[in-house]
């Protein structure tokens, strides 16, 4: 499972972060470096003075602008519209380091992001998929309540709490820093960003950068839910153009060419659905989030319920972190000692 207290980085911040063991405006000492992205980077922190850890999320050099810190404050603000909803993560503050650099001070979350889960797993079982749906849709709806819109969540935005021991997943969406919000319109960056793999999560209206709406998120949330349960995206292409011209011509990747669609005989309406919402034309999406809900409800109702037991059985071979790995490999020792024992006389 991840673990929020270790380094999660997959640049070269991980090898060598700013930062580190630093006291930032002398209230946070830096300690790991938890996850990093083109415009900032988050950190595990101790309190100072105490004990208590938070996350501070330190806007780059390149991003501490006056848009960037306005970005900032404004993600920090839509935290305190929200706080009080469960998906969200808790603010406690906002200011500036020593160096000028705007920083962000939120609860630190142990969790495993969606991103990992789906690296360990390839793919989720379609109900589990699902659960997991309804509590980002949950999140959705407390951001729409404000006239905000997210547009860009991806499954490193999503976080599983104690997902292994729970039979439904408890979700935190994070990472607010590029939403459309109705107080702050200029600063919706709607140009399609140049990062890995951010354009695969992205609507076609911002790739074109037009305006944005509800349907905007139905149509993200869509992608998400699809490789959920699909195990790969939507939409061919290897770049941002490739999969934009997909995108712009609906050229959906049917459930059959999925490596899973066995486990997906039976899903033909919940891939009906999930096509509906993945149009190019923004009318001809499902409309609104109550209306994709009850579509997935009824989705919900007519799948089986999956055992845990069931998931890695079929899965523990291709996972590292896998429980059941490790109690093979106990049985097989197991084994292995009752023979030598049968041989010597034992």
């Known amino acids: 499972m991840f673990d929020p207290f270790e380094q999660l980085d997959l640049n070269s911040d991980a090898c060598a972060p700013p930062h580190l063991n630093q006291r930032i405006d002398g209230k946070y000492l830096i ?32 991003c501490s602008t006056r848009i960037g810190e306005r970005k900032l404050a404004l993600e920090g603000s839509v935290l305190i519209e929200v706080s009080k909803h ?52 949950d999140a959705l709806e407390q951001l729409h309540a404000h006239g905000i819109f997210h547009t860009s969540f991806k499954p490193s935005d999503i976080l599983l709490i104690d997902y292994f021991n729970k039979q439904l997943p408890e979700v935190k969406l994070v990472d607010l820093d590029s939403i459309f919000h109705p ?8 140009e399609l960003p140049s990062e890995g793999a951010s354009y695969a999560y992205l609507s076609p209206e911002q790739g074109m950068e037009s305006g ?32 934009l011209n ?5 050229n959906i990747v049917p459930f059959s060419e999925s490596e899973f669609s066995s486990s997906l005989s039976g899903q033909a309406n919940l891939e009906a659905l999930l096509r509906k919402c993945l149009q190019a034309d923004k009318n ?63």
């Open 31 to 62: 300690q790991k470096l938890i996850g990093s992205g083109s415009s900032s980077r988050v950190y595990s922190a101790k309190v100072y003075p105490g004990d208590a850890l938070v996350a501070v999320k330190i806007l780059r050099e390149n």
């Open 86 to 137: 469960k998906n969200f993560v808790s603010v406690y503050d906002f200011g500036k380091s020593e160096a000028g650099e705007p920083y962000l001070v939120t609860e630190l979350i142990k969790a495993i992001s969606l991103k990992e889960l789906l690296k360990d797993y390839k793919h989720l079982p379609v109900d589990k998929a699902l659960e997991i749906g309804f509590e980002l849709l």
């Open 183 to 190: 107080e702050e319109p200029e600063l919706y960056n709607s």
């Open 212 to 243: 944005v709406d509800i349907r905007s998120d139905i149509y993200v949330f869509a992608i998400v839910l699809y490789e959920m349960v699909c195990g790969r995206l939507p939409f061919k292409g290897s770049t941002a153009v490739e999969m």
């Open 246 to 250: 997909n995108k712009m011509a609906s």
């Open 284 to 346: 001809r999406r499902v409309q609104s989030l109550a209306e994709l809900k009850e579509e997935l409800m009824a989705a919900r109702k007519r799948t089986a319920t999956t055992m845990e037991h069931e998931v890695d059985i079929k899965n523990w071979e291709k996972l590292p972190r896998s429980a059941y790995a490790d109690k093979e490999k106990e049985k097989e020792a197991d084994n292995w000692v009752s023979k030598v024992k049968k041989f010597m006389g034992g």
